[in-house]
Structures are given as C-alpha cells and as structure tokens.
C-alpha cells in the first residue's frame, strides 16, 4: 500500500503578542498513513491533536516541517482534503442540501452534477427526504451525518475528522461510529480521526497513533489488528479491553503531565491557545 | 369551568393587558367626568373636589376618541400624517442605505473602523436633537431637516449593530469556508452576510424608536406641518383631546412597526450564532 499523507517534523509555534511569549504546540510530530488506512489520534487535552489536523488540511501554517500528500507539499486548504467539523459547524441559513453543495460551490463545481453528487452523499449518510431540513430541525446525529456528506461530496483523497460525535450523546455516538465505519468501506477513504476517547478510537482505526502532552509528539503507534466489519459488541471482547487498557496506560502518564504542568504554570502568562486552534 | 380556564390560559397575555388598560382607561374617565369625587364625597366631603379634573387639563378617553373620529373623517389629519410618515420614511431609507454598508464595512475592515470610530462613538453620545438648531440653519425649516434628525438618529444603531453582525460571527463557520477555499468575496456572502442578518434587524427595531423621536421632537421644535406640528399647535390652542390624538398616533405607528421587526428577528433567530457555543 502507498503512503497518502506524509507528517514530516510539524513543529509549530505561537507567539502571544500581548505578553511576547512563545508557545509551542506541536514538537516534531512523523506520521505517515497508507491509502485507504483508517487512523486515529488520541491525546490528553491541549496536546494539539486538533492543531495538527489544522495543519494538514492548510488552515494553519507550520512554523517548520512539511505535510505531503500523494508525495506533494500542503500549503493551504486544497480538494484533495476534507475537514469534518467538530460540532456539525452547518451554516445555519442553509438547506441540508444547500450545506452540502456548499464545499461544491465554493471550488465552483457546474450547478448540475453537483446537485446530483449531493444526493448521492445524502442517500449515502441516509438523510434521504431530508433534503430540504434546516439544521435547526435536525437532531445532532443528523446533523453530524450532513457535516459527514458535505466533506464526502468534495471526493477528498483523505478525510480529515475532528471530534465529529464529542457533542453527542453516547448512544448516538455509538450508532454514529458504526455507521461511519460503514460509510467508509463504501466510499474507500484514507481516515485521519482525532478523538479523546480511547474505544472510539480503537473501535473505528486500523492504527491509533497516541500524543504526548503539549508540546505535542507522536508518543507511539498502535496497530489494531482486528479483524472488519467490526461490530459494536466488539468494545466489550477481552482483545478489545487488552488493547483499550494499553492505551489508556499509555495516555495516563501523559494526562498526569499536563496536570502537573497546568499546576506549576497556573497564574503564569504561560497559558497558550486552546485545542481548538483556529 | 376548565373550558373557561383554558380560555383564560391560552390568551392570558392579551387578557391582562386588555384588564389593566381598561382599568387605566376608565379611571382617566371618572376623574374627568367627576365620578370618583361623587363617590368619594361621602367620606371625604369638599376634599373630594380634587377627585375632579377639567377636560381642558386632562382631557378624556371618549373625548379623545371623538376627536380622532373627527379629525379623521375630516380629513384635517391626513397632510400631517402624510408629512411625518414622509420624513420617517425617508430619513429611516437613508439610515438603511448608509447604515449597514457602513456597519458591515467597519466590521470586516479592521482599519477602517478604527477610521470611523471616534465620529460614531460621538454621534452615538450625542442626543441627535441637539443638533437641530444647526441642522435649521443649514436645510431650513421644511421636510428636510426632519429627514435629517431621522437619519441620524436611526444611522448611529443601524451601523452599530451591522457592525457587531460582522464581528460575532461564528469562528467554526469561517473555518468550514476557509476549509473549502471559498474566496473572500464568497465567504463575505455565504457566512459573514447572513449571521449578521439578526443583528442588522436588531439595528433596525432600535433605529425605529430614534427615528420617532427625531420624527417628533424635529416637528416640534420647528415644521409647518406633520403630527408633532399638530401637537404643538393643538397644544398652545388648549386642544387636550387632540393633543392626545397625536401622541396616540405616534404610540401607535411606534408599537405597529417596532412589534413587526421583532417578529422579523424572531424568524432569523436560528441565524444567530450561539452565544457559548465556542469552545
């Protein structure tokens, strides 16, 4: 399998302009993700996992290293990535529809194959007759699922997933994934997934690549070497519990650093941004 | 009983209101037409003669509705009308038309609204009627010089809430047009524009309640004619009732139009970024 997207030593940098101190968020973060892979990231909070997702899909310049994607540099937003956006971020004016075509309209796709490319993403997130649904009268799954259509209508060469189902309840969160999984193998799409949650994490990856605290770094790669379609009664397999304790183990120190961090810098002007990022 | 119970439920709102105005109403009456102090009489003997007050003073609700049923078929009120809603309207159309391409101007660009800030934060200070004796020497004592108090008065909300529009939009939502690549003239159109839609009505149903004023106390202070001229002269004539009149109609017209753009902003309610939201 060929390497989609390459992370060469991201490092980034904030400056604070009002205090003038310097905040490193990102240290050197390698990564490389074959075609097709499904991989998550999971870290403690404020490690920069969303930054670097940032980073990947051109929204943030890195102070140093280089993000290649099918062996070419990223420097800015490009079709080629897709963002799904953590909290649906659906513009609210909008149709179902019309929030779908709109990554379509931006790149000025012809007005009539896009129509007929979003109801095949729509059908394909099963939002079918919802088409015309402002997202207000939406639930947060469904409104998940049109965030979902609206970066898979621009026919990326990898997904780029941020905390998509972190707003959502947990059983709905659960369908979200299982489906999502689903809608993976019928549209073949390299995944890059950022989550906090550790079985959501393994559950849906191939590989779950876990952080250091901030400065963040990849800390270590684990490959999760279970077997597809997997179904939800897999979180409760004893393989599954194995690996879930292994990576919480992994996180636990990290999580315990960055208390102990936030402890000593409380009061200080050492405070950066938040996770969020942009 | 429950079905009077359920009437009562469902239109409370407009039941109480109607109950209080009613009282308020017939009150004014009785102090007018002596009721209260015939009551009273009994128990308070001549000190109920304070209970009485002269129309000329207080003028009535009947009093009052007859003359506008007067003045109306007559036909005395329609050029003061037609005069004031002139003035309104085109002092409030010019405060639109300068007030939220500047609003929105100012809320994208950032220099530019440090450029302007200090002449709106100013005018916003200001009492906009201050300025009517100059605004009198420079256009005059006809319709313009109203015009001119309306659109400044309306002008000032209008660009501030235009202006907040722009600003408060959702930071998620740049993102997704950013993500896209939407050009800055897009991204102007399909974010910035419509999450600022609540904001500039808000600007507007403020701006309304300014351009009354400037409205009437413009007429006041010098016209030849329109509602506030009207009360005015009513007013140095001892015409009570008619004074009332037009304070009835300007109530009125005020409530009218300010409850319409307040059901407007309810239905683009769902356009407002959510105030928390962020994270």
């Keep these: ?278 | 009983m429950t079905r009077i119970r359920g009437f009562y439920l469902a239109g409370e709102r407009a039941i109480l209101g109607a109950i209080t105005v009613g009282f308020v109403l017939c009150f004014w009456e009785g102090l007018t037409r002596g009721w209260w102090a015939r009551l009273l009489e009994p128990a308070l003997g001549s000190g109920a003669a304070a209970w009485r007050i002269s129309p000329i003073f207080l003028s009535s609700p009947t009093a009052v509705a007859l003359t506008a049923i007067r003045v109306f078929a007559t036909g005395d009120i329609w050029s003061d009308l037609g005069v004031s809603g002139l003035e309104f309207l085109l002092g409030f159309v010019l405060a639109i038309a300068v007030g939220i391409p500047l609003g929105l101007a100012a809320g994208w660009y950032r220099r530019f609204c440090f450029a302007i800030e200090p002449f709106l934060s100013a005018l916003n200070a200001t009492p906009r009627v201050a300025l009517l004796p100059l605004i009198i020497i420079w256009v005059g004592i006809g319709i313009w010089s109203k015009v001119l108090v309306v659109f400044l008065g309306a002008v000032i909300p209008i660009c501030i809430n235009s202006l907040a529009g722009v600003r408060t939009t959702d930071a998620k939502l740049l993102r997704v047009a950013r993500s896209f690549k939407a050009a800055e003239g897009r991204l102007f159109r399909t974010i910035i524009l419509p999450s600022a839609v609540p904001f500039i009505l808000t600007g507007l149903r403020l701006g309304v309640g300014r351009a009354m004023v400037g409205v009437v106390v413009g007429e006041l202070y010098a016209a030849t004619a329109g509602v506030g001229f009207m009360i005015t002269v009513a007013g140095a004539s001892f015409q009570t009732d008619k004074v009332f009149v037009g304070v009835a109609i300007i109530a009125l017209a005020g409530v009218l139009m300010i409850e319409a753009l307040s059901r407007l902003e309810r239905r683009f309610e769902t356009w407002r970024p959510k105030v928390g939201a962020a994270t």
């Design chain 1, 1 to 278: 399998m060929p390497v989609k997207l390459e992370a060469q030593r991201i490092r980034l940098e904030y400056h604070q302009p009002r205090t003038g101190a310097r905040f490193l968020a990102l240290d050197g973060v390698d990564l490389a993700i074959m075609d097709g892979e499904f991989v998550s990231i999971v870290g403690p909070s404020g490690c920069g996992k969303t930054t670097f997702l940032n980073v990947v899909d051109g929204l943030l310049p890195a102070s140093s290293g280089r993000i290649l994607l099918d062996g070419k540099v990223v420097t800015e937003p490009g079709r080629d990535r897709a963002m799904v956006f953590q909290d649906a971020s659906l513009l609210p004016w909008r149709t179902v529809l019309g929030n779908v075509l709109y990554g379509l309209e931006c790149q000025r796709t012809r007005a009539h194959s896009a129509r007929e490319r979003a109801q095949y993403f729509i059908e394909m997130v099963g939002l079918r007759g919802f088409e015309h649904h402002y997202p207000h009268e939406l639930s947060g799954g469904m409104q998940q699922r049109v965030n979902l259509a609206r970066a898979l209508v621009m026919d990326p060469q990898i997904l780029l997933m941020d905390e998509p189902f972190a707003a959502l309840d947990a059983q709905t969160r659960e369908v979200m994934q299982e489906e999502l999984l689903e809608i993976w193998r019928a549209a073949k799409k390299t995944v890059l997934f950022i989550t906090h949650q550790i079985n959501e994490a393994i559950y849906l990856s191939d590989r779950v690549i876990v952080f250091t605290a901030r400065p963040g770094r990849v800390k270590q790669s684990v490959a999760i070497d279970i077997e597809r379609p997997r179904k939800l009664a897999l979180k409760r397999d004893p393989r599954f519990l194995q690996i879930e304790d292994f990576v919480w183990n992994l996180i636990e120190d990290e999580v315990k650093k960055t208390m102990l961090a936030d402890r000593t810098s409380r009061g200080s002007a050492a405070a950066g941004p938040a996770d969020s990022g942009v």
